[in-house]
Structures are given as C-alpha cells and as structure tokens.
C-alpha cells in the first residue's frame, strides 16, 4: 500500500512539473488566487514581500492585466 501510494505520489508530482508557465497563469486567473492572496493579509509586511514576488513575475511574463490593477486598491 505505501509503494502504491508513493508511486501516485510521484505520477501527481511529475504531472505538475510538465505544465507550462501559461497554464499556471490561466489556472492563477480562474481561481481568482490573486485576489484571494490580496483580500485580508496586507497588514502583514513578510506576507506582501512575497505577494512582491509573484505580481514581479507576472508582470515580467506579460500577465498582469490592467484588470488587476483594481484589485490592488
């Protein structure tokens, strides 16, 4: 049973690995995770250095919409 379990374990972690920048941003989007990590946790300064982090890299890949920007305010 564990083997098994490991070996699901790997598949669903190779799986992962195979996806594309794009499919995360998409995934990102449908989900609402930007809003989400924005909504109730900006008063904590370790937790908006890495909310930074990620808007940074959307905004590099081009996947920062102005839409977005709305739920900055």
Do not use: P
Not at 14 to 23: A, M
Not at 27 to 34: G, R
């Amino acid at each position: 049973m564990v083997a098994q379990l490991g070996d699901y374990m790997y598949r669903d972690i190779v799986l992962n690995i195979s996806r594309t920048f794009d499919d995360l941003v998409q995934w990102f989007h449908v989900n609402e995770v930007l809003s989400v990590l924005l909504r109730d946790n900006l008063h904590l300064v370790t937790f908006v250095e890495k909310i930074e982090k990620v808007l940074q890299i959307l905004i590099r890949r081009d996947a920062f919409s102005t839409a977005n920007l709305e739920m900055l305010c």
